[in-house]
Protein backbone atom coordinates (compact mmCIF):
# COMPACT_ATOMS: atom_id res chain seq x y z
CA UNK A 1 0.00 0.00 0.00
CA UNK A 2 0.99 3.63 -0.97
CA UNK A 3 2.50 6.52 1.41
CA UNK A 4 -0.66 8.05 1.93
CA UNK A 5 -1.22 11.63 1.00
CA UNK A 6 -1.62 12.78 4.56
CA UNK A 7 1.79 11.37 5.62
CA UNK A 8 3.63 13.56 2.56
CA UNK A 9 1.64 16.43 2.92
CA UNK A 10 2.78 16.37 7.19
CA UNK A 11 6.42 15.47 5.98
CA UNK A 12 6.17 18.17 3.24
CA UNK A 13 7.53 21.83 4.42
CA UNK A 14 4.42 23.44 3.33
CA UNK A 15 5.18 27.25 2.21
CA UNK A 16 2.25 29.66 0.72
CA UNK A 17 4.62 32.22 -1.05
CA UNK A 18 1.31 34.91 -1.07
CA UNK A 19 -1.51 35.97 1.21
CA UNK A 20 -2.55 39.29 2.48
CA UNK A 21 -4.34 38.81 5.70
CA UNK A 22 -2.17 41.88 7.14
CA UNK A 23 -3.86 44.41 5.15
CA UNK A 24 -7.44 42.98 5.34
CA UNK A 25 -6.17 42.77 9.14
CA UNK A 26 -5.90 46.51 8.85
CA UNK A 27 -8.57 47.94 6.95
CA UNK A 28 -10.93 45.83 8.85
CA UNK A 29 -9.42 45.96 12.53
CA UNK A 30 -8.99 42.48 12.50
CA UNK A 31 -5.75 39.90 14.37
CA UNK A 32 -5.07 36.74 12.54
CA UNK A 33 -4.71 35.24 16.16
CA UNK A 34 -8.35 35.62 16.36
CA UNK A 35 -10.84 33.06 15.01
CA UNK A 36 -11.74 34.46 11.47
CA UNK A 37 -13.58 32.29 10.15
CA UNK A 38 -16.29 34.24 7.80
CA UNK A 39 -14.00 36.60 7.69
CA UNK A 40 -11.16 35.72 6.01
CA UNK A 41 -9.49 32.76 3.84
CA UNK A 42 -6.94 32.82 6.97
CA UNK A 43 -5.79 32.83 10.40
CA UNK A 44 -3.19 31.28 12.75
CA UNK A 45 -5.46 28.32 14.10
CA UNK A 46 -6.76 27.66 10.37
CA UNK A 47 -2.96 27.32 9.26
CA UNK A 48 -1.82 24.69 11.54
CA UNK A 49 -5.22 22.58 10.93
CA UNK A 50 -4.34 23.16 6.94
CA UNK A 51 -0.48 21.84 7.61
CA UNK A 52 1.14 25.21 6.71
CA UNK A 53 4.72 25.36 8.13
CA UNK A 54 5.50 29.05 6.38
CA UNK A 55 3.53 31.69 5.20
CA UNK A 56 4.96 34.88 3.45
CA UNK A 57 2.68 37.40 4.71
CA UNK A 58 2.69 40.45 2.40
CA UNK A 59 2.46 44.21 2.86
CA UNK A 60 0.03 45.66 0.31
CA UNK A 61 -1.73 49.26 -0.76
CA UNK A 62 -3.03 50.39 -3.75
CA UNK A 63 -2.51 53.49 -5.44
CA UNK A 64 -4.92 55.31 -3.86
CA UNK A 65 -2.85 55.78 -0.49
CA UNK A 66 -1.57 59.24 -0.23
CA UNK A 67 0.75 57.68 2.13
CA UNK A 68 2.13 54.02 1.05
CA UNK A 69 5.39 53.93 3.07
CA UNK A 70 3.62 55.37 6.26
CA UNK A 71 0.54 52.24 5.70
CA UNK A 72 3.14 49.62 4.88
CA UNK A 73 4.90 50.30 8.50
CA UNK A 74 1.42 50.10 10.41
CA UNK A 75 1.14 46.17 8.76
CA UNK A 76 4.76 45.59 9.90
CA UNK A 77 4.07 46.86 13.39
CA UNK A 78 0.71 45.07 13.41
CA UNK A 79 2.35 41.11 12.38
CA UNK A 80 5.14 42.39 14.73
CA UNK A 81 2.64 42.43 17.61
CA UNK A 82 0.72 39.16 17.09
CA UNK A 83 3.87 37.41 16.77
CA UNK A 84 4.83 38.87 20.19
CA UNK A 85 1.78 37.27 21.61
CA UNK A 86 2.61 34.13 19.36
CA UNK A 87 5.67 32.94 20.52
CA UNK A 88 4.76 29.50 20.64
CA UNK A 89 2.90 29.36 17.53
CA UNK A 90 4.69 31.77 15.01
CA UNK A 91 8.21 32.94 14.55
CA UNK A 92 9.41 35.89 12.38
CA UNK A 93 12.04 34.16 9.82
CA UNK A 94 14.46 36.15 7.39
CA UNK A 95 16.56 33.33 6.14
CA UNK A 96 16.03 29.35 5.28
CA UNK A 97 18.00 28.18 7.85
CA UNK A 98 15.83 30.16 10.44
CA UNK A 99 12.77 28.78 8.60
CA UNK A 100 13.52 25.34 9.19
CA UNK A 101 14.57 25.75 12.60
CA UNK A 102 11.62 27.27 13.02
CA UNK A 103 9.51 24.64 11.73
CA UNK A 104 11.07 21.75 13.00
CA UNK A 105 10.02 23.30 16.69
CA UNK A 106 6.67 22.69 15.46
CA UNK A 107 5.77 26.36 15.07
CA UNK A 108 4.78 28.45 12.08
CA UNK A 109 7.57 29.72 9.97
CA UNK A 110 7.14 33.79 8.99
CA UNK A 111 8.49 36.08 6.23
CA UNK A 112 7.29 39.24 5.43
CA UNK A 113 7.22 40.73 1.84
CA UNK A 114 6.43 43.95 -0.01
CA UNK A 115 3.73 43.54 -2.77
CA UNK A 116 4.24 47.04 -4.96
CA UNK A 117 7.35 49.17 -5.28
CA UNK A 118 5.37 52.34 -5.05
CA UNK A 119 5.76 51.59 -1.36
CA UNK A 120 9.54 52.47 -1.41
CA UNK A 121 8.79 56.01 -2.51
CA UNK A 122 11.28 56.00 -4.79
CA UNK A 123 14.06 55.78 -2.28
CA UNK A 124 16.65 52.95 -1.45
CA UNK A 125 16.43 53.61 2.27
CA UNK A 126 12.83 53.17 2.31
CA UNK A 127 13.74 49.69 0.63
CA UNK A 128 16.33 48.83 3.17
CA UNK A 129 14.32 49.42 5.89
CA UNK A 130 11.83 47.03 4.39
CA UNK A 131 14.80 44.51 4.24
CA UNK A 132 15.59 45.05 8.05
CA UNK A 133 12.12 44.72 9.53
CA UNK A 134 12.52 41.12 7.48
CA UNK A 135 10.94 41.89 3.81
CA UNK A 136 12.50 39.07 1.63
CA UNK A 137 10.69 39.76 -1.60
CA UNK A 138 9.47 42.78 -2.95
CA UNK A 139 6.79 42.59 -5.76
CA UNK A 140 7.85 45.19 -8.34
CA UNK A 141 4.59 46.63 -9.00
CA UNK A 142 0.71 45.99 -8.09
CA UNK A 143 -1.87 47.02 -10.70
CA UNK A 144 -0.35 50.42 -10.55
CA UNK A 145 2.82 51.27 -12.20
CA UNK A 146 5.56 53.06 -10.43
CA UNK A 147 7.76 55.98 -11.88
CA UNK A 148 10.57 53.13 -12.61
CA UNK A 149 8.76 50.03 -13.38
CA UNK A 150 5.50 49.36 -15.36
CA UNK A 151 3.14 46.91 -14.63
CA UNK A 152 0.87 44.19 -16.53
CA UNK A 153 -2.25 46.52 -16.45
CA UNK A 154 -0.71 49.37 -17.26
CA UNK A 155 1.07 47.61 -20.00
CA UNK A 156 -2.06 45.81 -21.56
CA UNK A 157 -4.49 48.85 -20.90
CA UNK A 158 -2.67 51.86 -21.10
CA UNK A 159 -1.69 52.83 -24.74
CA UNK A 160 -0.24 56.62 -23.34
CA UNK A 161 2.33 54.94 -20.78
CA UNK A 162 4.94 57.16 -20.38
CA UNK A 163 7.60 54.43 -19.71
CA UNK A 164 7.59 50.89 -20.46
CA UNK A 165 10.21 48.53 -18.52
CA UNK A 166 12.98 49.38 -15.69
CA UNK A 167 13.70 53.08 -15.89
CA UNK A 168 17.61 53.65 -14.68
CA UNK A 169 16.49 53.77 -11.20
CA UNK A 170 14.50 50.81 -11.49
CA UNK A 171 17.56 49.41 -12.47
CA UNK A 172 19.27 50.31 -9.33
CA UNK A 173 16.39 48.81 -7.35
CA UNK A 174 16.82 45.23 -8.70
CA UNK A 175 20.55 45.64 -8.23
CA UNK A 176 19.97 46.56 -4.52
CA UNK A 177 17.66 44.09 -3.84
CA UNK A 178 20.31 41.47 -5.02
CA UNK A 179 22.91 42.78 -2.70
CA UNK A 180 20.64 42.56 0.09
CA UNK A 181 19.51 39.21 -0.56
CA UNK A 182 15.91 40.57 -1.61
CA UNK A 183 14.10 38.27 -4.10
CA UNK A 184 12.66 39.87 -7.25
CA UNK A 185 8.78 39.02 -7.53
CA UNK A 186 7.43 39.42 -11.08
CA UNK A 187 4.23 38.92 -10.92
CA UNK A 188 2.04 41.97 -11.77
CA UNK A 189 4.70 43.22 -13.61
CA UNK A 190 4.68 44.17 -17.63
CA UNK A 191 6.32 41.93 -19.94
CA UNK A 192 8.79 45.19 -20.70
CA UNK A 193 9.45 45.31 -17.00
CA UNK A 194 9.68 41.53 -17.22
CA UNK A 195 12.49 41.37 -19.39
CA UNK A 196 14.56 44.43 -18.44
CA UNK A 197 14.34 42.35 -14.89
CA UNK A 198 16.26 39.44 -16.87
CA UNK A 199 18.62 41.65 -18.01
CA UNK A 200 19.66 42.88 -14.63
CA UNK A 201 19.31 40.31 -12.23
CA UNK A 202 22.03 38.29 -11.31
CA UNK A 203 20.14 36.15 -9.00
CA UNK A 204 16.88 33.96 -9.40
CA UNK A 205 14.03 35.59 -9.55
CA UNK A 206 10.57 34.40 -9.06
CA UNK A 207 7.00 35.22 -9.33
CA UNK A 208 5.08 34.69 -5.96
CA UNK A 209 1.40 34.18 -7.02
CA UNK A 210 1.05 34.10 -11.10
CA UNK A 211 -0.25 31.26 -13.74
CA UNK A 212 -0.12 29.99 -17.28
CA UNK A 213 -1.21 32.43 -19.95
CA UNK A 214 -1.64 29.65 -22.14
CA UNK A 215 -4.77 27.71 -20.45
CA UNK A 216 -5.90 31.33 -19.13
CA UNK A 217 -4.93 34.37 -21.49
CA UNK A 218 -5.59 37.22 -18.79
CA UNK A 219 -2.56 39.98 -18.68
CA UNK A 220 -1.37 38.84 -15.00
CA UNK A 221 -0.40 35.40 -16.37
CA UNK A 222 2.93 34.54 -17.88
CA UNK A 223 3.44 33.68 -21.31
CA UNK A 224 5.64 30.33 -21.80
CA UNK A 225 8.66 32.08 -22.75
CA UNK A 226 8.45 34.28 -19.12
CA UNK A 227 7.74 31.14 -18.07
CA UNK A 228 10.92 28.94 -19.27
CA UNK A 229 13.17 32.54 -19.15
CA UNK A 230 12.14 32.15 -14.75
CA UNK A 231 13.49 28.68 -14.63
CA UNK A 232 16.32 29.30 -16.85
CA UNK A 233 17.55 31.63 -13.89
CA UNK A 234 16.80 28.63 -11.94
CA UNK A 235 13.70 30.55 -10.63
CA UNK A 236 10.39 29.23 -9.50
CA UNK A 237 6.45 30.25 -10.64
CA UNK A 238 3.88 29.99 -7.59
CA UNK A 239 0.43 29.60 -8.94
CA UNK A 240 -2.62 31.53 -7.85
CA UNK A 241 -5.64 30.43 -6.43
CA UNK A 242 -7.70 32.86 -8.13
CA UNK A 243 -10.53 31.63 -10.21
CA UNK A 244 -10.08 34.36 -12.74
CA UNK A 245 -6.36 33.44 -13.35
CA UNK A 246 -7.00 30.12 -13.46
CA UNK A 247 -10.09 30.02 -15.42
CA UNK A 248 -10.87 31.62 -19.27
CA UNK A 249 -14.80 31.36 -18.66
CA UNK A 250 -14.85 33.36 -15.26
CA UNK A 251 -14.39 37.45 -16.16
CA UNK A 252 -17.36 36.35 -18.28
CA UNK A 253 -19.59 34.93 -15.62
CA UNK A 254 -18.14 37.66 -12.95
CA UNK A 255 -19.39 40.41 -15.54
CA UNK A 256 -22.85 38.62 -15.80
CA UNK A 257 -23.02 38.62 -12.12
CA UNK A 258 -22.10 42.01 -11.75
CA UNK A 259 -24.80 43.26 -14.52
CA UNK A 260 -27.44 40.63 -12.33
CA UNK A 261 -26.82 43.40 -9.29
CA UNK A 262 -26.08 46.59 -11.33
CA UNK A 263 -28.21 48.53 -9.18
CA UNK A 264 -26.67 47.39 -5.90
CA UNK A 265 -22.83 47.79 -7.86
CA UNK A 266 -23.89 51.62 -9.00
CA UNK A 267 -24.73 52.87 -5.82
CA UNK A 268 -21.25 51.15 -3.96
CA UNK A 269 -19.40 53.44 -6.56
CA UNK A 270 -21.64 56.76 -6.15
CA UNK A 271 -20.77 56.00 -2.43
CA UNK A 272 -16.75 56.85 -3.57
CA UNK A 273 -15.89 52.86 -3.16
CA UNK A 274 -13.49 52.12 -6.14
CA UNK A 275 -14.39 49.36 -8.68
CA UNK A 276 -12.59 46.15 -7.48
CA UNK A 277 -13.81 46.96 -3.73
CA UNK A 278 -17.09 47.45 -4.64
CA UNK A 279 -16.98 43.72 -6.26
CA UNK A 280 -15.56 42.43 -3.78
CA UNK A 281 -18.33 43.83 -0.90
CA UNK A 282 -20.59 42.55 -3.57
CA UNK A 283 -19.29 39.19 -4.07
CA UNK A 284 -19.51 38.78 -0.23
CA UNK A 285 -23.16 39.87 -0.27
CA UNK A 286 -24.40 36.70 -2.50
CA UNK A 287 -22.29 33.69 -1.19
CA UNK A 288 -24.36 31.33 -2.68
CA UNK A 289 -23.83 33.25 -6.22
CA UNK A 290 -20.85 33.40 -5.99
CA UNK A 291 -19.29 30.20 -5.02
CA UNK A 292 -21.22 28.84 -8.06
CA UNK A 293 -18.49 31.56 -10.09
CA UNK A 294 -15.76 29.55 -8.51
CA UNK A 295 -13.05 27.77 -11.10
CA UNK A 296 -13.13 23.80 -10.94
CA UNK A 297 -10.10 22.74 -8.73
CA UNK A 298 -8.75 20.60 -11.46
CA UNK A 299 -7.63 23.84 -13.38
CA UNK A 300 -5.38 24.64 -10.45
CA UNK A 301 -3.80 21.10 -11.32
CA UNK A 302 -3.66 21.88 -14.50
CA UNK A 303 -1.75 25.14 -14.44
CA UNK A 304 0.61 23.13 -12.19
CA UNK A 305 0.71 20.44 -14.88
CA UNK A 306 1.63 22.76 -17.52
CA UNK A 307 4.25 24.23 -15.87
CA UNK A 308 5.69 20.89 -14.88
CA UNK A 309 5.80 19.81 -18.63
CA UNK A 310 7.22 22.91 -19.78
CA UNK A 311 10.24 23.73 -17.55
CA UNK A 312 10.15 20.84 -14.68
CA UNK A 313 9.66 19.58 -11.45
CA UNK A 314 11.85 22.24 -10.05
CA UNK A 315 10.29 25.45 -10.73
CA UNK A 316 6.67 25.24 -9.41
CA UNK A 317 5.28 26.50 -6.09
CA UNK A 318 2.26 27.29 -4.37
CA UNK A 319 1.60 31.06 -4.31
CA UNK A 320 -2.81 31.07 -3.05
CA UNK A 321 -3.29 34.93 -3.08
CA UNK A 322 -5.38 34.32 -0.08
CA UNK A 323 -7.08 37.42 1.55
CA UNK A 324 -6.49 38.90 -1.71
CA UNK A 325 -8.86 37.33 -4.09
CA UNK A 326 -12.31 37.16 -4.27
CA UNK A 327 -13.28 33.54 -5.35
CA UNK A 328 -11.08 30.86 -4.72
CA UNK A 329 -11.38 27.35 -6.64
CA UNK A 330 -13.98 24.82 -5.72
CA UNK A 331 -12.81 23.11 -2.39
CA UNK A 332 -10.41 25.20 -1.97
CA UNK A 333 -11.74 28.00 0.01
CA UNK A 334 -9.65 28.56 2.77
CA UNK A 335 -6.22 27.75 4.28
CA UNK A 336 -7.33 24.31 5.71
CA UNK A 337 -7.50 22.84 1.99
CA UNK A 338 -4.21 22.75 1.56
CA UNK A 339 -4.30 19.21 1.50
CA UNK A 340 -6.64 18.42 -1.01
CA UNK A 341 -3.22 19.96 -3.43
CA UNK A 342 -1.00 17.58 -2.23
CA UNK A 343 -4.03 14.73 -2.64
CA UNK A 344 -4.40 15.63 -5.97
CA UNK A 345 -0.26 16.08 -6.43
CA UNK A 346 -0.78 12.24 -5.52
CA UNK A 347 -3.43 11.14 -7.51
CA UNK A 348 -1.89 12.83 -10.46
CA UNK A 349 0.93 10.19 -10.62
CA UNK A 350 3.35 12.89 -8.78
CA UNK A 351 6.05 11.54 -6.97
CA UNK A 352 6.30 12.11 -3.29
CA UNK A 353 9.30 13.48 -4.04
CA UNK A 354 7.80 15.87 -6.73
CA UNK A 355 5.00 16.69 -4.33
CA UNK A 356 7.15 17.88 -1.72
CA UNK A 357 9.71 20.14 -3.86
CA UNK A 358 5.67 21.72 -5.40
CA UNK A 359 5.15 22.19 -1.89
CA UNK A 360 7.72 23.99 -0.49
CA UNK A 361 11.31 22.83 -0.76
CA UNK A 362 11.42 24.85 -4.69
CA UNK A 363 11.01 27.87 -2.79
CA UNK A 364 13.26 27.01 -0.01
CA UNK A 365 16.15 26.81 -2.92
CA UNK A 366 15.01 29.87 -4.19
CA UNK A 367 15.12 31.85 -0.87
CA UNK A 368 18.61 30.11 -0.24
CA UNK A 369 20.04 31.45 -3.75
CA UNK A 370 19.30 35.04 -2.80
CA UNK A 371 20.63 35.14 0.53
CA UNK A 372 23.97 36.55 1.19
Excluded at 106 to 130: S, T
Excluded at 171 to 177: A, E, H, L, P, T
Excluded at 272 to 279: R, T
Excluded at 352 to 367: H, P, Q, Y
Aim: with cysteine; charged share 25%; net charge negative.
Amino acid sequence: MGVSYRSIHQKAIVIDTHNDILSLCLEKKLYFDSDLKGKSHSDLGRWREGGLNAQLFVVWCDEINKSPFEYAVKQFDLFDLIAYRNPDKLSKVADSKSLLKVVNEGKIAAILAVEGGHMIENDLEKLNYFYNRGARYMTLTWNNSTDWASSSFDESSNPDLHQKGLSEFGRQVIKRMNQLGMMVDVSHAGEQTFWDVIDTSTKPIFASHSNVFSICPVHRNLKDEQIKAIAGQGGIISVNFYSAFLDKTFMKKKDEFIADHKAEFEELLKKGMIDYMAEDLLFSYYPTETEKLSAPFSLLLEHIEYLVNLVGIDHVGIGSDFDGINSAPAELYDVTAYPLITKALIEKGFSEKDAIKILGSNFLRVLRANEN
